[in-house]
Protein backbone atom coordinates (compact mmCIF):
# COMPACT_ATOMS: atom_id res chain seq x y z
CA UNK A 1 0.00 0.00 0.00
CA UNK A 2 2.94 2.37 0.75
CA UNK A 3 4.33 1.90 -2.71
CA UNK A 4 0.92 2.85 -4.47
CA UNK A 5 0.54 5.36 -2.83
CA UNK A 6 3.87 6.65 -3.81
CA UNK A 7 3.08 5.95 -7.63
CA UNK A 8 -0.14 8.01 -7.29
CA UNK A 9 1.44 10.76 -6.06
CA UNK A 10 3.73 10.22 -8.99
CA UNK A 11 1.10 9.62 -11.12
CA UNK A 12 -0.40 12.96 -10.36
CA UNK A 13 2.28 14.82 -10.46
CA UNK A 14 3.18 13.24 -13.71
CA UNK A 15 -0.26 15.17 -14.89
CA UNK A 16 0.74 18.84 -13.75
CA UNK A 17 -0.37 18.75 -10.06
CA UNK A 18 1.27 19.59 -6.97
CA UNK A 19 0.50 16.93 -4.64
CA UNK A 20 2.07 16.11 -1.47
CA UNK A 21 2.05 13.59 1.08
CA UNK A 22 0.67 13.63 4.66
CA UNK A 23 1.06 10.63 6.67
CA UNK A 24 -1.82 10.26 9.87
CA UNK A 25 -0.47 8.13 12.51
CA UNK A 26 -3.00 5.27 13.06
CA UNK A 27 -2.63 2.75 16.27
CA UNK A 28 -0.34 0.25 15.35
CA UNK A 29 -0.67 -2.34 18.11
CA UNK A 30 -3.45 -5.15 18.70
CA UNK A 31 -4.61 -3.66 22.19
CA UNK A 32 -4.74 -0.15 20.63
CA UNK A 33 -6.97 -0.72 17.73
CA UNK A 34 -9.48 -2.83 20.05
CA UNK A 35 -9.66 0.52 22.07
CA UNK A 36 -9.99 2.79 19.85
CA UNK A 37 -12.91 0.63 17.75
CA UNK A 38 -14.99 1.01 21.04
CA UNK A 39 -18.06 3.20 20.77
CA UNK A 40 -17.38 6.07 22.72
CA UNK A 41 -13.21 6.41 22.27
CA UNK A 42 -11.29 8.75 19.85
CA UNK A 43 -10.27 6.34 16.79
CA UNK A 44 -6.58 6.88 17.64
CA UNK A 45 -5.82 8.53 14.17
CA UNK A 46 -3.77 12.19 14.40
CA UNK A 47 -5.81 13.81 12.05
CA UNK A 48 -3.79 16.73 11.07
CA UNK A 49 -4.60 20.45 11.81
CA UNK A 50 -7.00 22.40 8.97
CA UNK A 51 -4.21 25.38 9.19
CA UNK A 52 -1.65 22.93 7.52
CA UNK A 53 -3.62 22.16 4.36
CA UNK A 54 -5.51 25.66 4.48
CA UNK A 55 -4.09 26.15 0.88
CA UNK A 56 -5.13 22.72 -1.06
CA UNK A 57 -7.66 22.51 -3.37
CA UNK A 58 -8.12 18.97 -3.39
CA UNK A 59 -7.79 16.87 -0.51
CA UNK A 60 -7.31 12.77 -1.44
CA UNK A 61 -8.11 10.54 1.65
CA UNK A 62 -7.40 6.19 0.97
CA UNK A 63 -10.33 4.76 3.42
CA UNK A 64 -9.15 5.04 7.25
CA UNK A 65 -9.28 1.36 9.27
CA UNK A 66 -12.70 2.69 9.95
CA UNK A 67 -15.19 5.86 9.24
CA UNK A 68 -15.42 7.68 12.59
CA UNK A 69 -17.21 10.85 14.22
CA UNK A 70 -13.30 11.86 14.12
CA UNK A 71 -12.97 11.56 10.75
CA UNK A 72 -16.13 13.36 9.67
CA UNK A 73 -15.21 16.05 12.07
CA UNK A 74 -12.41 16.72 10.43
CA UNK A 75 -13.83 16.82 6.84
CA UNK A 76 -16.96 18.90 7.62
CA UNK A 77 -13.82 21.67 9.22
CA UNK A 78 -11.84 21.22 5.91
CA UNK A 79 -15.03 22.27 4.21
CA UNK A 80 -16.27 24.82 6.37
CA UNK A 81 -12.46 26.63 6.05
CA UNK A 82 -12.06 25.57 2.43
CA UNK A 83 -15.48 25.25 1.14
CA UNK A 84 -14.46 25.38 -2.86
CA UNK A 85 -12.03 22.57 -2.31
CA UNK A 86 -12.98 18.98 -3.32
CA UNK A 87 -12.65 15.95 -1.09
CA UNK A 88 -12.17 12.78 -2.75
CA UNK A 89 -12.12 9.68 -0.91
CA UNK A 90 -10.64 6.64 -2.10
CA UNK A 91 -12.06 2.86 -1.10
CA UNK A 92 -9.66 0.67 -2.57
CA UNK A 93 -11.89 -2.49 -1.68
CA UNK A 94 -15.84 -2.20 -2.28
CA UNK A 95 -18.05 -3.77 -0.97
CA UNK A 96 -16.00 -4.05 2.10
CA UNK A 97 -18.17 -5.47 5.15
CA UNK A 98 -17.04 -8.85 4.71
CA UNK A 99 -13.47 -8.07 5.49
CA UNK A 100 -14.88 -5.83 8.45
CA UNK A 101 -17.15 -8.78 10.00
CA UNK A 102 -14.25 -10.40 11.93
CA UNK A 103 -13.39 -10.81 15.61
CA UNK A 104 -10.78 -8.48 15.58
CA UNK A 105 -12.60 -5.56 13.92
CA UNK A 106 -16.33 -6.32 14.71
CA UNK A 107 -16.34 -3.25 16.89
CA UNK A 108 -14.84 -0.97 14.46
CA UNK A 109 -17.13 -2.14 11.34
CA UNK A 110 -20.07 -1.34 13.31
CA UNK A 111 -18.59 2.47 13.94
CA UNK A 112 -17.88 2.21 10.45
CA UNK A 113 -21.06 1.48 9.52
CA UNK A 114 -22.75 3.88 11.24
CA UNK A 115 -20.60 7.39 10.60
CA UNK A 116 -20.08 6.37 6.38
CA UNK A 117 -24.30 7.45 6.19
CA UNK A 118 -22.86 10.56 6.67
CA UNK A 119 -19.83 10.93 4.05
CA UNK A 120 -22.28 12.53 1.21
CA UNK A 121 -21.96 15.87 3.62
CA UNK A 122 -18.61 16.37 3.12
CA UNK A 123 -16.74 13.80 0.24
CA UNK A 124 -17.49 15.25 -3.13
CA UNK A 125 -16.87 12.15 -5.17
CA UNK A 126 -15.32 8.54 -4.05
CA UNK A 127 -12.34 7.14 -6.00
CA UNK A 128 -13.48 3.57 -7.05
CA UNK A 129 -11.98 -0.12 -8.41
CA UNK A 130 -14.78 -1.82 -8.78
CA UNK A 131 -17.20 -0.53 -11.21
CA UNK A 132 -19.92 1.25 -8.82
CA UNK A 133 -21.61 3.91 -10.35
CA UNK A 134 -22.31 5.44 -6.53
CA UNK A 135 -21.19 4.61 -3.00
CA UNK A 136 -22.92 5.47 0.22
CA UNK A 137 -24.84 7.76 -1.71
CA UNK A 138 -21.45 9.61 -3.78
CA UNK A 139 -21.00 9.61 -7.13
CA UNK A 140 -18.03 7.38 -7.79
CA UNK A 141 -14.42 8.13 -10.04
CA UNK A 142 -13.66 5.03 -11.82
CA UNK A 143 -9.93 4.44 -11.25
CA UNK A 144 -7.65 1.22 -11.57
CA UNK A 145 -4.52 -0.30 -10.10
CA UNK A 146 -1.19 0.35 -11.99
CA UNK A 147 2.31 0.05 -12.17
CA UNK A 148 4.72 2.46 -12.46
CA UNK A 149 6.98 1.24 -15.26
CA UNK A 150 9.82 3.62 -14.88
CA UNK A 151 10.79 1.39 -11.77
CA UNK A 152 10.58 -1.48 -13.92
CA UNK A 153 13.31 -2.76 -15.78
CA UNK A 154 12.68 -4.54 -19.16
CA UNK A 155 13.01 -8.73 -19.16
CA UNK A 156 14.48 -10.35 -22.20
CA UNK A 157 11.57 -12.75 -23.01
CA UNK A 158 12.42 -16.53 -23.13
CA UNK A 159 11.59 -19.45 -25.33
CA UNK A 160 7.86 -20.67 -24.07
CA UNK A 161 7.75 -24.10 -22.52
CA UNK A 162 4.81 -25.44 -23.57
CA UNK A 163 5.02 -28.41 -21.12
CA UNK A 164 4.75 -26.00 -18.22
CA UNK A 165 2.43 -22.25 -17.29
CA UNK A 166 3.74 -20.53 -14.56
CA UNK A 167 1.27 -17.67 -12.85
CA UNK A 168 2.63 -14.90 -10.86
CA UNK A 169 0.47 -13.40 -8.40
CA UNK A 170 1.84 -9.98 -6.86
CA UNK A 171 0.34 -8.41 -3.81
CA UNK A 172 0.06 -7.56 -0.01
CA UNK A 173 -2.44 -10.98 0.38
CA UNK A 174 -5.24 -10.55 2.26
CA UNK A 175 -8.29 -13.05 2.13
CA UNK A 176 -10.52 -11.01 -0.27
CA UNK A 177 -7.65 -11.71 -2.92
CA UNK A 178 -8.55 -15.67 -3.07
CA UNK A 179 -5.40 -17.06 -3.51
CA UNK A 180 -6.70 -19.79 -1.67
CA UNK A 181 -9.37 -20.49 -4.16
CA UNK A 182 -6.34 -20.46 -6.74
CA UNK A 183 -4.59 -22.95 -4.43
CA UNK A 184 -7.20 -25.37 -3.90
CA UNK A 185 -7.88 -25.42 -7.70
CA UNK A 186 -4.61 -26.53 -8.04
CA UNK A 187 -5.12 -29.21 -5.17
CA UNK A 188 -7.94 -30.77 -7.16
CA UNK A 189 -5.83 -30.10 -10.85
CA UNK A 190 -2.67 -32.21 -9.50
CA UNK A 191 -5.07 -34.98 -8.36
CA UNK A 192 -5.60 -36.24 -11.95
CA UNK A 193 -3.22 -36.74 -14.60
CA UNK A 194 -1.68 -33.54 -15.89
CA UNK A 195 0.20 -33.46 -19.11
CA UNK A 196 1.17 -29.55 -18.19
CA UNK A 197 2.89 -28.77 -15.05
CA UNK A 198 0.89 -25.19 -13.22
CA UNK A 199 3.73 -23.39 -11.13
CA UNK A 200 2.11 -20.19 -9.22
CA UNK A 201 4.11 -18.07 -7.90
CA UNK A 202 3.79 -15.39 -4.63
CA UNK A 203 5.53 -12.53 -4.87
CA UNK A 204 5.14 -10.14 -1.80
CA UNK A 205 3.97 -10.22 2.45
CA UNK A 206 0.66 -9.88 4.00
CA UNK A 207 -1.09 -11.53 7.12
CA UNK A 208 -2.64 -14.29 4.34
CA UNK A 209 0.91 -15.38 4.00
CA UNK A 210 0.58 -18.15 6.75
CA UNK A 211 -2.28 -19.56 6.16
CA UNK A 212 -1.73 -19.86 2.46
CA UNK A 213 1.62 -21.82 3.48
CA UNK A 214 -0.10 -23.92 5.42
CA UNK A 215 -2.61 -24.79 2.58
CA UNK A 216 0.40 -25.57 0.66
CA UNK A 217 2.16 -27.66 3.24
CA UNK A 218 -1.01 -29.38 3.78
CA UNK A 219 -2.06 -30.56 -0.12
CA UNK A 220 1.56 -31.41 -0.55
CA UNK A 221 1.96 -28.38 -3.70
CA UNK A 222 5.27 -27.15 -2.04
CA UNK A 223 6.59 -27.76 -6.26
CA UNK A 224 4.40 -26.50 -7.61
CA UNK A 225 3.60 -22.95 -5.35
CA UNK A 226 7.34 -20.95 -4.62
CA UNK A 227 6.73 -17.85 -2.43
CA UNK A 228 8.87 -15.04 -3.20
CA UNK A 229 10.33 -12.74 -0.48
CA UNK A 230 8.42 -9.85 1.51
CA UNK A 231 8.05 -7.51 -1.51
CA UNK A 232 4.88 -6.10 -2.62
CA UNK A 233 2.85 -3.32 -3.35
Not at 66 to 72: G, L
Not at 108 to 126: F, G, M, W
Not at 160 to 165: A, G, T, Y
Amino acid sequence: SDQKVKDQISAFNDAGFRCSFLLCQQPESVVKKIITSLPGFSDGVEWPSVDTIADADFLYIRRPRFISRDFISFLKEFKHRMPKAKVILEIPTYPYDLEMRTPKTYLAYLRDKANRQRLYETVDRIADLSGTDAIFGIETLQIINGVDLSRISPRKAKSKNRQRIDVICVAYFALWHGIDRFIEGMREYYQKDCDTDVVLHLVGAGNEIPKLKRMVSDSGLEEHIIFHGERAG
